[in-house]
């Protein structure tokens, strides 16, 4: 019992000492955010309306060029918000299956897909692993991991955000 107070009250115990340690030696880290540049300040007010109080984050992670460009984007929101039941029944499972900041590689991208389009007994795809890449680009923000030795190979992707509209 006598062991089990000291522990409590922080005496003789490893795990008490190194804790204290730790506490007194934590240093905080202020994160800086970086102000929005004129152009993600102006779409902010546009995609308040879609995005809530996740705005800033969605606006930070867009870019003027590429997949994550404003004018794709923005269509593909459109898209989203007016599908019908069943496709956005099959967006939600596609946001299930994939996790945001993960890297996938291709083939496992295909492969999930490939086994949720079954599940939802929608037809097979065989037009190639673009195809599937389009489909997850149409309701997420895309970053290509590209290979260390190469900025032309893609070795494989990450989901950055869901594109879908809160309601």
């Known amino acids: ?56 984050e969605f606006v930070r992670k ?12 923005a269509a593909k929101i459109t898209a989203i918000d007016t599908a019908d ?3 956005k029944a099959y967006i939600d499972r596609l946001y299930a299956e994939f996790d945001l900041d993960q ?3 291709l083939s ?11 599940d939802m007994g929608l037809p097979i795809e065989v037009s190639g692993p673009k195809w599937y890449i389009q489909q997850l680009s149409d309701i997420f923000l895309i970053e ?8 032309t190979k893609i070795d494989g992707y990450k989901f950055i955000y869901k594109l879908a509209p809160v309601n």
Not at 65 to 73: F, L, M, P, Q, Y
Not at 144 to 151: A, E, H, P, Q, Y
């Open 108 to 118: 496992e991208l295909v492969t999930q897909v490939s086994e949720i389009r079954r």
């Open 1 to 56: 019992m006598t062991n089990t107070n000291n522990a409590i009250n922080g005496q003789g115990s490893d795990v008490a000492q190194t804790e204290q340690s730790i506490s007194n030696n934590a240093m905080v880290t202020p994160v800086v955010v970086e102000p929005l540049t004129s152009i993600k300040a102006e779409k902010l007010s546009l995609f308040m309306p879609y995005f809530k109080g996740k705005t800033e």
């Open 62 to 73: 867009c870019s003027g060029r590429g997949e994550n460009a404003w004018k794709k984007v």
């Open 85 to 87: 039941l069943d496709h």
């Open 103 to 105: 890297p996938y590689i």
């Open 144 to 151: 290509k991991l590209n290979d260390s030795n190469s900025s």
